[in-house]
């Protein structure tokens, strides 16, 4: 598997996430290890929500992560998974069960699986999400081995690149960001 690392600034410092570490700048340019998740753990995707970096680790069976403004790391309590994230409008949205992506409200806690919607499956049950961005509209972007899809306001997803999904390739789709 393929490590990235994710830049992310959160609390006025600057962090990266490279596989199973992340690691804290400090204003005096001094780096040091953050958090170390362990042996065979690799961070996915970052986000910051309710005033926490929240950690997600693909697909495996390590629960999402969050460190808070006073350097605490926390697991969640229930089984909440989650592969990518992405913040559309006033919801943080999650990408999970290899097809599906989910949502929580604003202010909701990401740790308990009860405020998470259900899952919605996208495209293909047999690929996993390869990345989650939102649009400055709110809508979601999946992306997929075997296309992008953009979900409506119905939850509806349709793959905009269909091309795709005669030669899908595990790597389409990763690593994409929204620009304008």
């Known amino acids: 598997t393929s490590e ?6 959160f609390n006025a410092e600057l962090f990266v996430s490279h596989g ?14 953050d958090k ?16 926490a970096a929240v950690v997600g680790f693909g697909l495996s069976t390590t629960k999402i ?15 909440v998974y989650a592969d990518h994230f992405t913040i559309a409008k006033d919801r943080l949205w999650r990408a999970t069960a ?6 929580i409200a604003s202010g909701a ?9 259900t899952g ?12 989650l961005n939102s649009l400055p509209d709110g809508r979601i ?3 997929k081995p075997e296309g992008m899809f953009i979900g409506d306001s119905s939850a509806q997803f349709t793959n905009v690149l269909p091309q795709f999904a005669n030669l899908p390739d595990a790597d389409n789709g990763k690593n994409t960001c929204v620009v304008g």
């Open 20 to 33: 199973r570490y992340v690691t804290r700048t400090t204003a005096q340019a001094a780096v040091s290890v």
């Open 120 to 131: 919605i499956p996208v495209g293909d049950a047999t690929f996993g999400v390869t990345d």
């Open 141 to 143: 972007v999946v992306s």
């Open 36 to 51: 170390d998740f362990g042996a065979g753990i690799r961070v996915t995707d970052v986000v910051i929500w309710n005033s």
């Open 65 to 79: 992560q969050s460190r808070d403004t006073a350097g605490t790391w926390t697991t969640a309590g229930d089984n």
């Open 98 to 103: 290899v097809n599906q992506v989910g949502n």
């Open 4 to 9: 990235i690392s994710i830049p992310f600034q």
């Open 109 to 117: 806690n990401p740790f308990t699986l009860a405020g998470w919607s």
